[in-house]
């Protein structure tokens, strides 16, 4: 059976309520996954084999499994464990979201939590988590949706699936401040805020590191160009050894205080030089959007003010 499922992309899905399976399993239906939602994990094995014997007709599946199983989702390790044993290749996609952003969806939406009995909706959340811990170690990749919305996610899914479809390893690179939290999904970050901060500066102030006066001041100084080429040497150095085990994605996370300066330009950067090396890239900046928006609100209420 291993031989013949290895045409066949098997990509489990699973993670916290709420945290977003319902439009994943939406997005990849519309990129040509057959996919089957809340499958009782004993019957992994048996679709799997199914799958093939569809003589490619089905050539990639998505199954949502998740604590909606009740008892049953327990017997997930068990198959995990029967596909590892038989040879049969599949991936782990793992979604998850902040508790704050996971209660407020709940309320939002009305809907009552898989786990939830005369425990808050606070502590079903985090007992659930506790309870997914062990499998998202097990993940290929785990996606935090905290800060996603739906198109956001829906573009992060074609990016990842349609590149992975023609097969390859490849590199997410997110920018990110950490007065807003570290992206929960990272495989490696990195803290830049020991470089010069063009903030400081009135005239790169309001600009962003996608701006040219903010990447010539950071990447013309001779602490960041060191730093830029021990990272890259470290990266050359962990990549193979990563897909060695592997994985099929690793992400990268490089942070400064606000996200909007010194993390966008070198994530920029960086991910220029992986690509030129011949590695798939994906560059995200989390929270710069969240800054033009702050700047814009800024600028007109200084017009308003100015024109009383």
């Not at 909706?121 to 811990?133: K, P």
């Not at 499998?135 to 699936?161: F, W």
């Not at 011949?278 to 928006?293: F, M, P, S, T």
Request: charged share 25%; net charge negative; aromatic share 8%.
């Amino acid at each position: 059976m291993a031989e013949k499922s290895e045409g066949l992309h098997t990509l489990i899905i699973t993670g916290l309520s709420g945290a977003g399976k319902t439009q994943v399993i939406n997005c990849l239906e519309d990129m040509g996954y057959y996919c089957v939602d809340n499958l009782p994990p004993a019957l992994l094995t048996k679709f799997v084999e199914l799958s093939w014997q569809s003589e490619g007709k089905i050539d990639k599946v998505a199954l949502v499994i998740d604590v909606r199983g009740g008892e049953f989702f327990h017997d997930l390790s068990r198959s995990l464990e029967e596909m590892h044993d038989d040879s049969i290749p599949y991936e782990i996609l793992f979604l998850e979201a902040s508790d704050e952003v996971l209660v407020r969806r709940f309320k939002e939406s009305r809907r009552r939590h898989p786990l939830a009995s005369n425990s808050s909706l606070l502590e079903s959340i985090r007992q659930e988590r506790g309870m997914l811990e062990e499998l998202r170690g097990r993940a290929n990749l785990v996606i935090d949706t905290t800060n996603l919305s739906p198109q956001e996610l829906k573009n992060k899914l074609q990016s990842i699936y349609q590149e992975r479809s023609s097969g390859g390893f490849f590199i997410n690179i997110i920018s990110f401040g950490y007065k807003l939290g570290i992206p929960m999904d990272s495989d490696i970050v990195i803290d830049v805020r020991f470089l010069a901060n063009p903030f400081y500066d009135p005239v790169m102030r309001h600009l962003t590191g996608e701006d040219q006066p903010v990447i010539d001041f950071v990447l013309s100084s001779p602490v960041t160009k060191s730093f830029i080429r021990r990272f890259i040497n470290l990266l050359k150095f962990l990549i193979p050894h990563y897909i060695g085990e592997g994985k099929t994605s690793l992400v990268v996370a490089i942070g400064c205080t606000g996200g909007q300066h010194r993390s966008v330009t070198l994530a920029d950067y960086i991910g220029s030089k992986l690509k030129n090396l011949g590695y798939r890239i994906i560059v995200r900046h989390r929270d710069i959007a969240k800054y033009q928006i702050d700047r814009d609100i800024s600028r007109d209420m200084t017009e308003d003010y100015n024109g009383v």
